[in-house]
């Protein structure tokens, strides 16, 4: 269900629901503008643990071909990265059921799931206040920056919302044949953008392409600080470090017509984000271990059978040291490439070079001191190379007071900024 009225409804109000798709995790925030309040979703026993307002962003399928949030026989991760790569790639082939399914169906079935059980929930909750009125809902997606101005990504990632909310309306367990159809029928309504998709015959099944927008998820994770009383207009940067990747960008805020502006000026999109570094952390063990394998192999048969210690090994901690140092050195460089290029050919006159740039260090890679340490040192290695430079400005995103979260814990808000901007 969408609505809770039971007989004709007195009001009428717009609902938005923030889907924030991340790499490791998801989060949805849904707001009433009328009363302009917003609504943290919380997860109950599928969130992760130590936060109950992300969920994981992992699906499971049946072998024959349902899909759940529920463990089952095959389990899938790294939705979002599939996605970016190769929306049609092939991920899963049923056996029984003799059905694939690729990297934009999988993504359009998991938020179809995570977004039923957030209206749900938001709806069963605030029964009582919507018992009167109609609700026009919206479902606004962020998606990566660097592919903000690729319009066939735009595109790939509206229909998927789409496809995904109308999927999200049906009442029995999801299955393969359904995302496929529905997937196939929101690109056709996207194409044509037909007004009967609100029809009454349709019971408010679909919502208008209209209605379902995407928006960059840096500009997304600012909106909180944009409209707090800490807001200052200019140039500003933000890093957010992710599992797989680790996104910078350089954008203005300013207001024209009484209208806040937010101007991407310059993004990056690497991997460098803390997974990632675990797999170079790894790689590097093995590499080291089958060097040493290979020294221990080759000894003199003709001499004595080597004592046990000869087969001990023990990693020094120095060689993990050295695999970082060469991870966050090629992180720092692309960091500083980003703010050389905003400084040199994007913005060079502002004043927040002289000032100390703004600079919001966001998303769960953040908590690592590591992560953290290197991008608050990364200013003053920058300003060494750059004139009238006055280092970084660490900002922290305030939690806007209207947001309703009361199990969020404490400087956690940074994780909930994409899904309520």
Same mark, same amino acid.
């Given at each position: ?210 209605? *379902? ?22 140039? +500003? ?40 570094? +675990?797999? +170079? ?33 023990? *990693? ?51 908590? +690592? ?53």
């Amino acid at each position: 269900r969408s609505q809770v009225y039971e007989r004709d409804p007195k009001n009428e109000i717009d609902i938005v629901l923030g889907f924030d798709f991340g790499t490791s995790s998801s989060k949805i925030v849904i707001r009433d503008s009328g009363r302009q309040t917003a609504y943290a979703v919380p997860f109950g026993s599928l969130a992760c643990s130590g936060n109950s307002y992300l969920i994981p962003t992992k699906i499971f399928i049946s072998d024959d071909g349902n899909l759940s949030l529920s463990p089952a026989q095959y389990s899938f991760g790294s939705l979002k990265i599939h996605l970016m790569d190769s929306p049609e790639k092939i991920i899963f082939s049923a056996q029984s059921a003799s059905v694939t399914i690729n990297a934009a169906e999988l993504a359009a079935a998991y938020m179809a799931i995570v977004i039923r059980r957030a209206r749900y929930w938001f709806l069963k909750q605030m029964k009582l206040v919507y018992k009167d009125t109609h609700i026009y809902w919206h479902v606004n997606l962020g998606i990566p920056s660097k592919n903000y101005d690729d319009h066939k990504i735009r595109k790939t990632f509206q229909t998927i919302a789409m496809a995904a909310w109308r999927i999200s309306r049906s009442d029995s367990i999801i299955n393969i044949a359904e995302v496929k159809k529905y997937l196939k029928e929101a690109a056709n309504h996207l194409a044509s953008k037909e007004d009967a998709l609100n029809s009454n015959a349709d019971e408010d099944l679909w919502l208008h392409p209209d209605y *379902v927008t995407t928006h960059p998820e840096v500009i997304m994770e600012v909106v909180g600080y944009a409209h707090s009383p800490l807001r200052i207009n200019g140039l +500003h940067m933000l890093v957010d470090v992710g599992a797989t990747t680790l996104d910078t960008a350089t954008f203005l805020i300013r207001s024209h017509s009484g209208e806040d502006v937010f101007t991407l000026l310059a993004t990056k999109v690497e991997r460098y984000g803390t997974m990632e570094l +675990h797999k +170079h952390r790894v790689h590097a063990l093995k590499n080291s271990m089958q060097e040493c394998l290979s020294r221990m192999s080759n000894i003199d048969p003709t001499l004595p059978l080597p004592d046990p210690t000869h087969y001990e090994r023990q *990693v020094a901690k120095n060689y993990l040291s050295q695999n970082d140092s060469i991870f966050f050195k090629e992180c720092r460089s692309n960091i500083g490439e980003l703010v050389r290029h905003t400084k040199e050919a994007r913005d060079p006159n502002s004043a927040a070079w002289a000032a100390g740039l703004p600079v919001f260090i966001c998303g769960g890679g953040a908590r +690592h001191p590591i992560y953290k340490d290197l991008i608050e040192s990364l200013g003053s290695k920058i300003a060494e190379s750059l004139t009238n430079f006055n280092e970084f400005s660490i900002k922290a995103i305030p939690q806007p007071q209207k947001l309703n979260a009361p199990e969020l814990p404490h400087n956690e808000y940074d994780r909930l900024a994409v899904a309520y901007g």
